[in-house]
């Protein structure tokens, strides 16, 4: 699926110098950079998440029937 994206000068000529230097077409930089920095985006997300959500906390099941009516 084709994509837009912008960048800045700096990272346009980065691209351009690695490109040139490696002999890899830009595309091909680009998807290789995309899919190191996922994996390391996809966890540092995950992380931060369960650092940042309260613990849970369970409720016996004697007492949800209870609070519910269908327990004694």
């Given at each position: ?56 906390v369970e409720t016996p099941i004697d ?10």
């Amino acid at each position: 699926m084709p994509h837009l994206l912008w960048f800045s000068r700096d990272t346009e000529s980065r691209l351009e110098r690695l490109a040139q230097s490696t002999g890899k077409s830009k595309k091909e930089l680009i998807e290789r950079c995309l899919a190191m920095g996922m994996g390391e985006l996809e966890s540092r997300l995950l992380l931060e998440e369960s650092v940042n959500t309260p613990p849970r906390v369970e409720t016996p099941i004697d007492q949800l029937l209870r609070e519910s009516g269908l327990g004694a």
